[in-house]
């Protein structure tokens, strides 16, 4: 095999580093067999290297190939979602290593790499995964440097340093391109899993569902207000609105359910000053939005629903920011229609009958609505009732029966659901309302971070003349989680974030720890706010600010415009380089003499050694037989001797070329050696 295919050690090692940098993000969502898969690999190639193994042969690489193929099947259970997807990608990648020959086999393998380098934006658009993602770039664009290095047969860290100045040089571009160039959506999806501990609220809700949604500790959404925070107990963050209860779950009314007068949401008066925030929502792979009650959003992407939601047509695949105005004391609906009332008010038959007549009871002792809903939250606040993330399981029948009068022990979605229930069963029209409630306030940037853990269900009834009202029935029962947040409730039972030992929230009692925590979320804010968060709207609104109305030919000339503001520049720059900077001065003014001498008529042949040059251009230009001489015997010895060189001599050489200035030799023009052969 040629020096020129071979794939040198030095670009070997850069890739087996690549190939593990590469992976490591995926490492908690990857199979164990697949990172053996890579160690296998790469230990294969290193003896292949060192010639104590061979490459694989077809019926072997087959036979991994399928094994592979059968393991993401089994590990998965389908190849239709993102996680088998990558997998698949990644052990493709690892196994192309094992055939690794060539140098063109290299380049298949390193361009594939970037793309595996994207693969990780497809879960996280995190700061820190980005930060790790161009140290991946890096050691990619490293690894085609050394391959470009044949003979390199020791490991060495200028490659890296050439790969670092090309980034460098890309930057300019890249902040222009980011800047400028259109914001184009996804080309294609791939269905991801999604379970209701990782992506947030589902359009449906069980006894238990929230409970365990809150033993996360990740980030559902930032906030950020104009002007004052309001107070934690006055957070509530809804979300989700179920109308529906089916087989002992609630969900959601489906849009086609709904007949055409119900489909938009009825007139509010507005009055009084406006909330005013923003929300930045980490990617949920579900379509609805959080805010405070009275919501509206300027935001394109953003409609509001018939219950008083904010909703997005499409579904979150990455972070998400819109602005928010909310009135949180405006009345909802003050007239109820009939539809709607059927609606909040309908129960399915025969289920929970102690609870029935126990709503029935209540109702009739009270006066009127108001009365009788204070009187349930009275039971739970009077009598013993327990609130816990570890509430048991409901039968399957009767569940709110159990719970109300038997276990006596439940989470939010427990305390709204028989609330729900028992102002249903007494003609009282409810729902269950879910999001979130409170949030943690960030005191660096003064943003309010909603966490998981802090996912919360409560109710609205509907008063008349009051429209529907909020009323949270774990107030009732612990009103430290609503003042408070969950971390203060759960204290004395000792279940907050049990599942999570390593997350820092459970460190907030460490000030240094928790200081670096609020800090780098201050930071992730703002990487959100700039970066991620800067949408198409964005960026056209950036551009009339900056350039006023906006045509096709006038984005054309700016986007032309500002590739040429910054590649201008660089190319000059590397041109100029080059040509100062390209040879050292003895070879540079050397070169500047062979260059004299073509002029005058006598040409340098590529592979001519210096002393024969000289004398052939002693011969065709006697005249300047003593300056060549000259010339050709110091850079000899400034070239090959053996002691280092002088500065006076190459001071001394450097003036002797350039006053070395010949004339053309008259008569016909001499022919370089071997022009006689070529022409034959």
């Known amino acids: ?9 030095n670009a070997l090692v850069w890739i087996v580093l690549s190939l593990f940098a590469l992976v490591a993000p995926h490492v908690a969502r990857l199979p164990v067999w697949v990172l053996v898969v890579y160690l296998v690999a790469v230990v294969w190639r290193i003896l292949v290297h060192t010639g104590r193994w061979s490459f694989p042969g077809r019926w072997v690489k087959l036979a991994i190939a399928l094994s592979c193929f059968l393991g993401i099947y089994l590990s998965y259970g389908s190849f239709v979602a993102l996680e088998p997807t990558v997998a698949l990608l990644l052990t493709a990648f690892a196994l192309k290593l094992v055939e690794l020959i060539r140098r063109k086999d290299a380049y298949v393998l390193l361009f594939l790499g970037y793309f595996v380098c994207i693969t990780e934006f497809l879960f996280s658009q995190d700061l820190l995964i980005t930060l790790y993602s161009l140290v991946c770039v890096l050691l990619v664009t490293t690894a085609l440097v050394a391959l470009h290095q044949p003979g390199e047969q020791r ?9 670092g100045v090309m980034l460098l040089q890309a930057m300019p571009l890249m902040v222009v391109l980011f800047f400028i160039f259109p914001r184009i959506g996804p080309l294609w999806t791939v269905p991801i899993k999604s379970n209701v501990g990782t992506t947030g609220m589902s359009d ?21 207000f104009e002007g004052a925070i309001p107070p934690k107990s006055e957070l509530y963050w809804r979300g989700l609105v179920f109308s529906r209860l089916d087989d002992d779950t609630w969900r959601t009314l489906d849009y086609f359910d709904m007949p055409p007068g119900e489909l938009r949401p009825a007139q509010v008066d507005k009055s009084g000053d406006a909330l005013r925030y923003s929300v930045i929502i980490e990617p949920s792979r579900q379509n609805w939005l959080y805010a405070l009650r009275y919501a509206e959003s300027s935001h394109s992407g953003v409609i509001e629903t018939a219950d008083y939601r904010l909703y997005s047509p499409v579904a979150l695949e990455s972070e998400f920011m819109y602005p928010v105005r909310s009135w949180p004391a405006t009345l909802l609906e003050t007239e109820l229609g009939d539809w709607r009332r059927n609606i909040e008010t309908r129960l399915p038959g025969g289920s929970n009958p102690r609870t029935r007549e126990l709503a029935s009871a209540m109702r009739a002792q009270a006066a009127d609505d108001s009365a009788f809903a204070q009187a349930v939250l009275n039971k739970f606040s009077t009598e013993e009732y327990v609130y816990t993330l570890k509430p048991g399981t409901l039968p399957a029948e009767n569940g709110m029966d159990h719970f109300l009068f ?38 660096v940037n003064r943003t309010v971070i909603v966490h998981q853990f802090d996912a919360h269900a409560w109710t609205e009834i509907w008063l008349a003349g009051e429209g529907w009202k909020r009323i949270d029935p774990t107030a009732a029962v612990s009103p430290l989680r609503i003042e408070l947040g969950l971390e203060d409730a759960m204290q004395t039972e000792g279940s907050f974030l049990e599942s999570s030992p390593l997350s820092p929230l459970r460190y907030r009692g460490v000030p240094l720890v928790n200081l670096m925590r609020l800090r780098y979320d201050a930071l992730t804010y703002r990487w959100q706010s700039w970066v991620t968060g800067f949408d198409n709207e964005r960026q056209l609104s950036l551009l009339q600010d900056l350039f006023g109305e906006i045509s096709t030919r006038m984005f054309i000339t700016v986007l032309l415009g500002s590739w040429a503001l910054v590649l201008v520049p660089v190319a000059f720059t590397l041109l100029w380089r080059r040509r100062a900077h390209g040879l050292d001065p003895l070879q540079a003014h050397y070169r500047l003499f062979c260059e004299r001498l073509s002029a005058a008529g006598v040409e340098r042949a590529p592979s001519e050694p210096p002393g024969e040059f000289a004398r052939r251009a002693m011969r065709e230009l006697p005249a300047y037989a003593g300056p060549t001489q000259h010339i050709t015997q110091a850079y000899e010895r400034l070239a090959y001797g053996s002691a280092e060189v002088r500065d006076e001599e190459l001071k001394a050489f450097v003036k002797s070329v350039r006053a070395f200035r010949p004339a053309r030799a008259a008569g016909p023009l001499p022919r370089r050696p071997g022009s006689d052969r070529l022409a034959h």
């Not at 449906?204 to 950020?224: C, H, N, T």
């Not at 276990?407 to 409810?430: D, K, L, N």
């Open 1 to 9: 095999m040629k020096l020129q295919e071979q794939i040198p050690r």
């Open 155 to 163: 490991f060495n860290w200028r490659s890296m340093r050439v790969s």
């Open 204 to 224: 449906y809700m069980r006894p238990g569902d929230i409970a365990s949604l809150s033993q996360s500790a990740e980030v559902a959404f930032r906030v950020k």
């Open 406 to 443: 038997e276990s006596r022990r439940g989470f939010c979605e427990h305390y709204a659901y028989a609330f729900t229930f028992m102002m249903r069963a007494a003609g009282v029209p409810a729902r269950v309302v879910a999001g979130y409630q409170g949030g943690e306030i960030n005191p």
